[in-house]
């Protein structure tokens, strides 16, 4: 591992230091662990254990947010005041989401620089080891953001599959046992999400694994595309490309988990920078998931998404909005 990567690791493990100090001043067994989980990174960074791998960095903070959620958890009745320790779901919630405004501030700013980002790519991959530790500092289960998929066939979701009932019946009217959404990039055919009728089972599956660097390579041009032409009058264009990159991203899906939350983080970020909006779910949602834009867009093809993004998903063309009025969802995941 490199020196930048470990001295990440460890700023963010001092910051988790700061968020639990209570907890870490007054007891002896989190304070030993995380002393020694302190002193190994740092072990690390010096060079003394030259084979270890951001896998084995990773192990270490799982063990020390497994020791913590131990201790957290048995204070739940014992501190209910704002004053001090605090373990309710409103105090992790508040450190998701001031890291996650943090996150969003920091790649609005920096998001144009080559030497931080150089492609479309990259950026998503900070992103996710981001919002892994963030899982982090908040105790939750934070190995599983930002780990790539790579079997063949992935079975979708069971929320994105339980709300796709409308689909499945609809194909099957038509008669329709296999459905591929496709994408089409200089003359060829990519296959992407797609379903199909096994029995009475039907089933929707992610695209298959093999294709995603493929994919990662035409969504960096069209970022390079994009960055291209933000500047210049021709708004169209640039309105243009956004769900189209959003769409594609969605559809290659290239977590485990957290392709989503992931995603959204940086488009909500292209959206503030680029046209002073963000996501937009309105309240006649209903809790229906398929309005949602990341499960919409693994449903549909590009065309259709297209010609609903701007207008369905985000609130860039909302006149005269009433920002006092509980009326609209923002989509943070």
């Given amino acids: 591992m490199n020196r930048d990567s470990v001295n990440e690791y460890i700023s963010w493990l001092k910051e988790f230091g700061e968020i639990y100090k209570d907890y870490i001043d007054s007891n002896e067994k989190l304070r030993n662990i995380f002393g020694e989980t302190l002193e190994k990174f740092h072990k690390i960074l010096r060079g003394n254990n030259k084979n270890s791998t951001e896998k084995d960095i990773i192990k270490l903070l ?3 947010v497994k020791e913590f959620s131990v201790v957290y958890d048995a204070n739940e009745t014992r501190f209910k005041s ?3 320790l605090r373990n309710t779901n409103a105090f ?11 996150l969003k501030e920091g790649l609005i700013a920096n998001i144009n620089d080559p030497k931080l980002f150089l492609n479309f790519e990259k950026i998503v991959m900070s992103i996710a080891k981001k919002r892994q530790m963030i899982e982090f500092l908040k105790l939750g289960n934070f190995e599983i953001y930002g780990k790539r998929r790579t079997r063949k066939v992935d079975l979708i979701t069971p929320l994105i599959h339980s709300h796709a009932e409308h689909l499945f019946k609809e194909l099957s009217n038509k008669g329709i046992d296999e459905k591929f959404i496709t994408y089409t990039n200089k003359g060829k055919k990519i296959p992407l999400t797609f379903y199909l009728q096994m029995g009475s089972a039907p089933e929707w599956h992610h695209t298959n694994a093999r294709h995603h660097q493929e994919l990662f390579e035409i969504m960096n041009e069209l970022y390079s595309e994009f960055l291209s032409i933000v500047n210049r009058s021709n708004n169209a264009s640039k309105r243009d490309i956004l769900p189209e990159l959003y769409w594609l991203y969605m559809q290659t899906c290239p977590f485990e988990r957290g392709s989503a939350a992931i995603g959204e983080i940086l488009f909500s ?47 860039c063309g909302l006149k005269n909005y009433n920002k006092s009025k509980e009326n609209k969802f923002f989509y943070y995941l």
């Fill in 62 to 64: 799982k063990e020390l």
């Fill in 269 to 315: 970020v292209l959206l503030r920078k680029y046209f002073g909006c963000d996501f937009f779910i309105s309240n006649g949602w209903n809790g229906d998931p398929l309005k949602i834009p990341d499960i919409h867009a693994l449903h549909y093809e590009l065309d259709h998404f297209k010609s609903i993004f701007w207008n369905q998903f985000t609130d």
């Fill in 82 to 84: 704002k004053k001090g």
């Fill in 92 to 102: 992790k919630q508040d450190i998701y989401e001031r890291k996650i405004a943090e």
